[in-house]
């Protein structure tokens, strides 16, 4: 496996934070990553930032600014997935965040809304909210829409009870989806629960597709590991979850996808098995180094190929975006340090490798 380029999307004066983010490509060839660019002062996930994004027309060697895809019109938008559908439009699904008075309590709302753009991420529809639910604070990864072999399409979110304005349960992995190219959503008809012990509950869930109507979703807890979860019916019922030991993790998200190419599954993800163990900065690294990359050629039953892609100990890395052409993987994740009063989550890297 060889590193084909590296550029870095570093913070600097009045953007404090850039971080997840997807790819798409247009029909022209190039390469168009979107991702949260905050303005201002502050970088914490509450405060102002918009989706922006760059653009390769060199196959990821270098990486020019492109149009900045989604102007903030709320408290904040973030965690940004692409997708090129099978109709051929560009799907955007983010999160927005808002101040919301409800029962005379004062809470911020957050949610997946979706747009689509037919001419190559220039226009997009008018935002429709999916989940449709009354205020509540749902929690979709950057870049996990996914769009089965036989179209439908599902965003996995995490649901946060808020018991106060700053105060959540649990969280409660839950499954939205669409047979009709993104225009009504259905909700699975039950959730994933978190088993008793897991503090912050089943977060930040991923989906991916094993065989028609078959698929596995995964979460991040801070139980030493992901958790997985299955349906295998197309994401109308799912499975408890359990306990995920192939991957052994701290509390941070694991990113997986299937390349087109090999039909090999990949995975990215903080493995914290003592094999890779690395002597950590607790505060620079936030606990998320080091990244390793793993591929599994048997659908998910076995992994093999570890790599080990970031081992700073001093730098945190996370919030990873997938995205194959041809024999290359293109990556961006979080890579920032806590150190100096900064946060892991304020500068991102992306990493084009060759897979062939």
Known sequence: MKIISEHFLNHGPDNPRNSEGSFVKL???????????????????????????????????TWQNGPVLLKNRALNVMSVSLLRLQDGRIAMVYLEKSDVLWQREHFVDCRPKIRFSEDGAAAWSEPADITKMQPV???????????????????????????????????????????????????ARNGCYPPEGLRGGLMEPGVIEL???????????????????????????????????????????????????????FAVWNNHHPQYAVKFDPEGSWGRTPLVLARSSDNGKSWKDHVVLEDA???????????????????????????????????????VLDIA
């Open 137 to 187: 604070y749902l929690v979709m990864h950057n870049d996990r829409l996914l769009q089965t072999s036989g179209g439908r399409l599902i965003c996995p979110v995490t649901m946060h009870v808020c018991t106060s304005r700053d105060g959540f349960l649990p969280g409660i992995g839950l499954f939205f989806y669409s047979d009709d190219g993104g225009k009504t959503w259905t909700a």
């Open 211 to 265: 065989a028609p109507a078959h698929l596995m979703a995964w979460f991040r807890t801070n139980g030493g590991c992901q958790y997985t979860a299955f349906s295998y019916d197309n994401a109308e019922t799912w499975s408890h979850a359990q306990p995920a030991p192939e991957f052994p993790s701290p509390e941070s998200p694991l990113s997986m996808k299937r390349d087109p190419v090999s039909g090999d599954l």
């Open 27 to 61: 029909r022209d060839g190039r390469i168009l990553l979107a991702y949260t660019r905050y303005s201002g002062k502050d970088w914490h996930d509450h405060c102002t930032a918009d989706i922006a994004s760059v653009i390769s027309d060199d196959e990821g060697r």
């Open 313 to 351: 100990a001093d730098h945190g890395f996370a919030y990873i975006a997938m995205f194959f052409d041809r024999s290359k993987l293109y990556l961006e994740y979080c890579c920032g340090s806590g150190l100096n009063g900064g946060a892991m989550l304020q500068d991102s890297k992306i990493r």
